[in-house]
């Protein structure tokens, strides 16, 4: 079990082109977290998935936020017309119910928007 | 969201204990206490998490009061690579996500 894996770890892209990160949940793990972090402030959280419905998503994921877990195993953040403001790190996360519940997170992907 | 309050920062010496304190005054009957930390660019990583008796681990012991009302993380050894940011989280493990919400946490410098 190699853990949630992340791709990009890192991504420079211009103001207002689209990006996609992708995250790889642990093996069987059938719940799906997706969370912002800025420099200096806690992990926010965005969306939750169950298996391949979305079932939670934050205020903060405006309509140019849009997560995809089509077969309920990765799942894919896509931002549209990126901003300054979106250059954070995301980070996802992943569940079991049947291993104790514990959440565990990726290393996270790095967005700079210039 | 159930709120925690914990230190900004902390200091402490290598192979010295440390004890990261939290106060939870309006947790509820079924939120338990967990804590992470997060190492500077990583992901946050889990450390433990209890109800209401007190826990330990390879990595940590987690003390609850017996009102529930704080806890305390207590790292026994700390070590250089202990020196992370750690958040201590009320979860509410009925029904719906079962996300955690994340405060600031407490910055843990080790001093050598």
């Known amino acids: 079990d190699t853990g949630v894996s992340q791709d990009p770890r890192h991504k420079i892209t211009k103001r207002g082109q689209n990006v996609t990160f992708r995250c790889d949940p642990i093996?069987?793990?059938?719940?799906l977290y997706w969370y912002r972090q800025t420099l200096g402030q806690g992990p926010e959280f965005l969306t939750y998935?169950?298996?391949?419905?979305?079932?939670?998503k934050s205020r903060l994921l405006s309509d140019r936020f849009s997560a995809e877990r089509p077969k309920g195993s990765f799942s894919t953040l896509e931002i549209q017309r990126t901003e300054q403001g979106d250059s954070a790190m995301y980070l996802c996360?992943?569940?079991?119910?049947?291993?104790?519940?514990?959440?565990?997170f990726g290393e996270g992907s790095w967005l700079t928007v210039v | 969201d159930a709120k925690t309050t914990q230190p900004n920062s902390m200091e402490s010496n290598e192979e010295e204990p440390v004890h990261l304190p939290c106060n939870h005054s309006?947790?509820?009957?079924?939120?338990?206490i967990h804590w992470y930390r997060q190492l500077p660019s990583q992901g946050p990583e889990y450390v433990i998490h209890?109800?209401?008796s007190n826990v330990n681990n390879r990595m940590a012991s987690l003390a609850i009061a017996e009102d529930r009302k704080s806890s305390t993380l207590i790292l026994h050894r700390a070590t250089l690579r202990d020196a992370a940011v750690y958040y201590c989280?009320?979860?509410?493990?009925?029904?719906?996500?079962?996300?955690?919400?994340f405060g600031k946490g407490t910055k843990l410098t080790v001093n050598p």
């Open positions: 309006t947790i509820s009957g079924t939120d338990y």
């Open positions: 209890g109800l209401t």
């Open positions: 989280i009320l979860r509410d493990v009925q029904g719906g996500s079962e996300k955690l919400v």
């Open positions: 093996s069987e793990h059938n719940r």
């Open positions: 996360a992943s569940s079991s119910s049947r291993s104790g519940n514990t959440i565990y």
């Open positions: 998935f169950q298996n391949e419905a979305q079932l939670e």
